[in-house]
């Protein structure tokens, strides 16, 4: 055997042998008497010295010494070892004690309710949180000693959604248990509390469902919000359904969610059988395809409106549009005017879109005699105006000729009367240009392009300049304007009416006319400001109409159509004007052109 096979046993006995040999060779060197005697011992095989035996005991003591000293060195690393694995044993065993403590303290104190449900080896209820009391208005002890006590306290018509929930066969076979289901308690005051099922199985070792645990949270508050938003869901498809105006309403995937009786009767097509729709369904009735309508602009940014609107125009989050939609009323046709609007939410966040229409064939066709009438008073003007003017020039010009030729002959009334003559004359050749102008300026249409104002006004300034140095009248304008869209000689003729306004009657006390720029979230706004003699609260609006003169006019010169006209082109722009008396003298109009042309 091998040293390095010998064990600690084997050692200690070869020790030991050889400790005997050694004994026995001091014995034979002694004589009989005794006395030590020098001699030879020989072995076979082999000699043995008794050096060589010492040596030889020697190297085996120091074997045997350092196989203990190993063998102790590795006890002892093995002994920490393993109280390092009892003091991490008795770590993890404390956290997870702590660990069990600190979720049973969170699962008694959670509003939720927590409970384990054995199958086996019993049904019983091994734990319930102390929260079930503010539920059903029983404590755990009472789950505890009845493992049936859910079942009397369920509403009826639950019973047989418990039973899915305390069936074992419910989770047997993969099945997966009922997702969230909500169940109602019967408390002993009567009062109904809904909560809603988190349940889970628990598997043994073997996979075998022994228990369920369950988290039931109290859902009451918000059952009884969805009541009340269904009620007044209800309540406004109930509006909705006897709005006077066509009306439907769409999600967010487009299908419709509302179809009111007046669409109804708009497009021969029940509720019954739109509801529900997407694709674009609700275009067919109207255009006898799928395709988007307005309704489906509220979800789009910068599209083109569809071709078949002959009027579309936006203002904040609404489109209007106006059309003539031949399928409507089983083939008859209607003129339309239609309001599309976005739904949000409470958070903002857009959740539909509403379509409201109305047939405004009645007033199409009462707009068409407003027409038909408005072009034969415009030609009856335009005669009348021509028929009136040519002798009104005819009188002025004789006049002018008696006044001058025959000066010295007349008296001092009768030069007199030649020069009213000619003033009424001027004052009737320029009313009639004014009326002119004024149903030009309504029948003309506008054209719409991109410009700086500030040009516009640099022209008015030009036009004007002579009269403001004569009367030595100040002149502020702005630095600069950033371009707009509108009709640039309509523009012109608003300022050019506004400062001859404010030079006419400003009086004498006029010294500064200011032209001014600003915009707002709908128009752009210019505006005319002197410190002449002012306008009176009252008289506001008043100016604004046909032959309307400021009593601060009488006697200048004026034929009381230039504001009127101011308007016309601000209603054209879809705009508006108004006029704002200065905090002790002067006067501010305004003319408002819209931003969204």
Known sequence: MKDGEKTKEDLIRELARLRRRVAELETMQKDPDGVNEPCEVSFMPRHITRIEIEEDLRRNQAYLERIVAERTTELERINRKLQQEIVERRKVEDALRKSEERYRRLAENAPDVVYRYEFLPRRRFTFVSPSVIRITGCSPEEYYADADLPFKLVHPDDTVLLECIYRRETFLDGVPPLCLPELRWIREDGTIVWTEEHTAPILDEGGNIIAIETISRNITQRKKAE???????????????????????????????AWNKAIEIMTGIPKEDILGR???????????????MLIDMVFETDVEFPHEYDFVRKKGNTIYAEAFVPQTYLGE?????????????DSGHLIGAIESIRDITEHKVMEQEVRKN????????????????????????????LHRQYSPVLNEKGRTYCEQILKASEQASALIEEINEYIKT???????????????IQMVRDEFDALLSIR??????PESTPSIKADRMSLLRVLRNLVDNALKYGGPELTEIRIGYEE?????????????????DADCERVFGLFQRNVTARGVEGTGLGLAIVKEIAEKHHGKVSAKPGPKKGVTFSCCFSRGL
């Not at 997407?278 to 988007?292: C, K, L, N």
């Not at 046709?333 to 939410?345: E, Q, R």
């Not at 309504?442 to 516009?456: A, L, M």
């Not at 706004?525 to 009176?536: E, H, L």
């Open 472 to 477: 030595q009248i100040n002149w502020i304008q």
């Open 333 to 345: 046709g209607a003129y339309l005017w239609i309001m599309a609007s976005p739904l949000f939410n």
């Open 374 to 401: 408005a072009e034969k008073i415009k030609l009856f003007a335009y005669s009348v105006s021509h028929d009136l003017k040519s002798p009104i020039i005819g009188i002025n010009g004789l006049t002018r000729l």
């Open 227 to 257: 009541e009340a938003l269904q009620i007044a869901h209800q309540k406004l498809l109930g509006i909705i359904e006897f709005l006077p105006d066509a009306t439907l309403v769409i999600d967010n995937e487009r299908r419709v969610i």
């Open 278 to 292: 997407g694709d674009h369904a609700y275009a067919v009735p109207f255009y006898g395809d799928t395709r988007p």
């Open 442 to 456: 309504k029948e003309i249409p506008v054209h719409y392009e991109e410009f700086k104002p500030i040009e516009v």
């Open 520 to 536: 707002s979230d709908e128009y752009h706004i210019f505006s005319v400001t002197d410190d002449g003699v002012g306008i009176r």
